[in-house]
């Protein structure tokens, strides 16, 4: 099983000129209304029909007139070879992009389907399933996101914030009710599609301090997670990237709790995590065929929240604003989730995605 590969430090500097991109930040694409110029030492660099990105070079930086919303471009385009591959996220609000199967579905010039790039996320902007998708792929991915924002393993164990959350059940019911047909909008195959899932996080958020046996109770909460999983492998999943659960002790919100909540739901989370893990290697031992991969979002946030400003961030607290860690008193930023989809495409160099 591979695990976490941690990038160097990506500087996200941030510009006073209101203007312009930063290093490393978006500056053109379809749809795209901001900035179309880079700070100094770096160049708005093409990279795809959606995505141009502010690269570091030893240019002032490039500019595209303002009345324009792509931008020139100056390298080749990462996807060449035309291959077409298939990716199904699920989970919450970390990993939503608002899609609905029953509506437009993922074509090549439109790669997240409804709504298009950067769709609906929880902490606002492109999250790591856009960036990935449309950034830092190899190959042409078709994203068919079943991630729902507020979503638990099963609503049943810990009841959602509203009753018309997709529960990761029902996300998965969805699935199989639809594209695990491979209808022929959807012919993805064991080999050219990818499984993710990032689930838990309201889970614990929902139920830390409920009392009981917390660590028995994850046990079922993650019980019901891989009875799940393996409904997808009869459906043909073969390849699974699995995330776990981040320090949400530490976001905003909770930091405005008492530090004896925020010590516990420290806890159970690192319960939680330790269990997955195992989970996984039972279930790639019984499962012939499976490739699987395990990105280590806790560490990954711990390290940047650890020492913000080396990677660009003003602190570990502030939310809101340019420069913050924090989209929101409780998502990552846009910015926040480029460096993850970095990561994650990091860990699964090599694949047909990445």
């Known amino acids: 099983m591979a695990f976490l590969h941690l990038l160097p430090i990506f500087a996200l500097v941030v510009s006073s000129a209101r203007a312009q991109s930063p290093v490393w930040g978006q500056c053109g694409g379809t749809g795209w209304t901001g900035a179309t110029s880079c700070v100094a030492g770096s160049t708005c660099t093409f990279q795809n029909a959606f995505y141009s990105q502010c690269l570091p070079s030893s240019a002032t930086g490039t500019t595209t007139a303002a009345t324009t919303t792509t931008t020139t471009t100056t390298s080749t385009p990462p996807v060449s070879s035309g291959k077409v591959t298939y990716w199904f996220p699920f989970?919450?609000?970390?990993?939503?992009?608002?899609?609905?199967?029953?509506?437009?579905?993922?074509?090549?010039?439109?790669?997240?389907?409804?709504?298009?790039?950067?769709?609906?996320?929880g902490g606002g902007g492109e999250n790591f399933v856009g960036?990935?998708?449309?950034?830092?792929?190899?190959?042409?991915?078709?994203?068919?996101?079943?991630?729902?924002?507020?979503?638990?393993?099963?609503?049943?164990?810990?009841i959602p914030y509203l009753p018309t959350v997709l529960s990761l059940t029902d996300q998965v019911n969805q699935f199989l009710a639809g594209a695990a047909k491979k209808p022929t909008s959807t012919p993805w195959t064991s080999a050219n599609s990818l499984f993710t899932i990032w689930i838990g996080i309201n889970d614990i958020g929902n139920s830390f301090g409920n009392g009981g046996d917390r660590a028995a109770f994850s046990d079922t909460l993650l019980a019901a997670y891989f009875v799940?999983?393996?409904?997808?492998?009869?459906?043909?999943?073969?390849?699974?990237?699995?995330?776990?659960?981040?320090?949400?002790?530490?976001?905003?919100?909770?930091?405005?709790?008492?530090?004896?909540?925020?010590?516990?739901?420290?806890?159970?989370?690192?319960?939680?995590?330790?269990?997955?893990?195992?989970?996984?290697?039972?279930?790639?031992?019984?499962?012939?065929?499976?490739?699987?991969?395990?990105?280590?979002?806790?560490?990954?946030?711990?390290?940047?929240?650890?020492?913000?400003?080396?990677?660009?961030?003003?602190?570990?607290?502030?939310?809101?604003?340019?420069?913050?860690?924090?989209?929101?008193?409780?998502?990552?930023?846009?910015?926040?989730?480029?460096?993850?989809?970095?990561?994650?495409?990091?860990?699964?160099?090599?694949?047909?995605?990445?």
């Not at 970390?94 to 579905?105: A, I, Q, V």
């Not at 090549?108 to 769709?119: D, I, R, T, W, Y």
């Not at 991915?141 to 099963?154: E, M, Q, R, S, V």
């Open 131 to 158: 960036y990935d998708t449309v950034a830092f792929n190899k190959s042409i991915i078709l994203t068919y996101n079943y991630a729902y924002g507020g979503a638990t393993i099963d609503a049943n164990l810990v």
């Open 228 to 354: 799940l999983v393996q409904k997808l492998v009869v459906a043909g999943a073969r390849n699974f990237l699995f995330i776990n659960v981040p320090p949400i002790d530490r976001s905003p919100l909770m930091l405005a709790q008492s530090t004896a909540s925020q010590a516990l739901e420290k806890t159970v989370i690192a319960g939680f995590n330790t269990k997955l893990v195992a989970k996984i290697a039972s279930f790639k031992a019984n499962n012939t065929g499976v490739t699987s991969w395990l990105w280590d979002s806790n560490a990954a946030f711990t390290t940047i929240l650890n020492a913000p400003t080396q990677f660009g961030f003003v602190d570990a607290v502030g939310f809101g604003n340019t420069g913050d860690f924090w989209g929101n008193n409780y998502h990552p930023s846009s910015a926040a989730h480029q460096i993850f989809a970095k990561q994650i495409s990091t860990l699964l160099a090599g694949t047909p995605w990445f």
């Open 91 to 121: 989970g919450d609000s970390y990993t939503t992009t608002g899609f609905d199967p029953n509506s437009t579905l993922p074509t090549v010039g439109n790669p997240l389907g409804n709504p298009p790039f950067p769709g609906f996320t």
